[in-house]
């Protein structure tokens, strides 16, 4: 009797330890503790490359042609281009270029911007669309542009209409772009005392062929104006920008700038001619600017 005895007393100790284990508080959170909840995706890039090697030799000559006419020592320190001074190349990088030539001087800056979420909640290419979406307003794009035609009503090249009442009185009016009515009185011999009453808009009246508006005040051709690109990293626009440094001679900047996940790149491409006469062609200054974007995304997703 003593023997079953203290066997089952020691299966009581054992399954009361074990319990106990089991019912511990290990197993529970602490109050306050770190929560289960997901956090946001992290970007694509967690580093950037040396900017200064990224922009093939053959695009630099084109993109400083007055580099060509230098000695091959000089050369070679244009095509090296500056490096920006930055903090933290992990953050963000950037280089320029710079030549003279004897029609016009060029500049050249690329600069790229890994973003980075310190919020948990949210991740880092929603919070590059942000920096993004701040440097797109800050560009005041104009609005895409729905030309409709010739205005409705008389085109203004058209003859105007005329209607009288006969030679006898000599009266007449006379109505079209710029509307004039007139009416003229002739009494006795050896005199003609008339009156004219004329009326218009000074504008419409004023004579064709008056000084055409200087080269900056004259918008862009169709198809050129400073836009939203389509085709280019997750999104994209195109500033183009003509202005004038005193009596220099007017310089024009385009501005590429695109984003690709966590990162932002800006090309800045500007000419300047020699001559304050030149204007700088936005076609080919567009064109260039957006094949090195083109090109700068690319080796982003190599």
Same mark, same amino acid.
Not at 39 to 49: D, I, M, N, V
Not at 228 to 238: H, N, S
């Given at each position: 009797m003593y023997l079953p005895g203290l066997a089952a007393l020691l299966v009581a100790v054992v399954a009361g330890c074990s319990g106990g284990g089991g019912d511990g508080s290990a197993a529970d959170p602490k109050p306050g503790g770190p929560t289960t909840a997901t956090? &946001?995706?992290?970007?694509?890039?967690?580093?950037?490359?040396e900017p200064c090697g990224t922009v093939p030799r053959s695009m630099l000559q084109d993109l400083?042609?007055? &580099?060509?006419?230098?000695?091959? #020592? /000089?050369?070679?320190?244009?095509?090296?281009?500056t490096a920006s001074v930055t903090y933290d190349t992990d953050r963000r990088v950037g280089c320029s270029w710079k030549a003279d030539g004897t029609d016009a001087?060029?500049?050249?800056?690329?600069?790229? %911007?890994?973003?980075?979420?310190? #919020?948990? %909640?949210?991740?880092?290419? #929603?919070?590059?669309?942000?920096?993004?979406? /701040?440097?797109?307003?800050?560009?005041?794009?104009?609005?895409?542009? !729905?030309?409709?035609?010739?205005?409705?009503? !008389?085109?203004?090249?058209s003859p105007p209409s005329t209607s009288g009442t006969g030679p006898a009185n000599g009266t007449?009016?006379?109505?079209?772009?710029? !509307?004039t009515t007139g009416t003229t009185t002739g009494t006795g011999t050896g005199t003609n005392p008339n009156t004219t009453t004329q009326t218009g808009s000074a504008a419409s009246l004023a004579p064709s062929g008056g000084p055409s508006a200087s080269p900056s005040e004259?918008?862009?051709?169709?198809?050129?104006?400073?836009?939203?690109? #389509?085709?280019?990293?997750?999104?994209?626009?195109?500033?183009?920008?003509l202005a004038r440094s005193g009596s220099a001679a007017q310089h024009r900047t385009v501005s590429v700038v695109f984003r690709t996940s966590n990162v932002i790149v800006t090309v800045r491409y500007t000419e300047q001619p020699a001559f304050p006469a030149l204007v700088p062609d936005s076609g080919e200054l567009q064109d260039k600017a957006q094949a090195l974007a083109k090109r700068l995304a690319e080796e982003l997703d190599e």
């Open positions: 956090a &946001a995706a992290p970007g694509k890039y967690r580093t950037l490359r400083l042609p007055g &580099a060509a006419s230098l000695p091959e #020592d /000089q050369q070679a320190k244009v095509y090296e281009g001087s060029h500049q050249l800056m690329i600069d790229l %911007e890994r973003v980075v979420s310190y #919020d948990p %909640e949210v991740s880092d290419d #929603d919070r590059a669309q942000d920096v993004y979406t /701040q440097k797109e307003t800050a560009a005041e794009l104009p609005p895409p542009s !729905t030309s409709s035609g010739s205005p409705s009503g !008389t085109p203004a090249g007449g009016a006379t109505t079209g772009a710029g !509307t004259t918008p862009p051709a169709e198809g050129l104006e400073p836009r939203v690109l #389509d085709g280019l990293g997750d999104a994209a626009f195109l500033d183009d920008v």
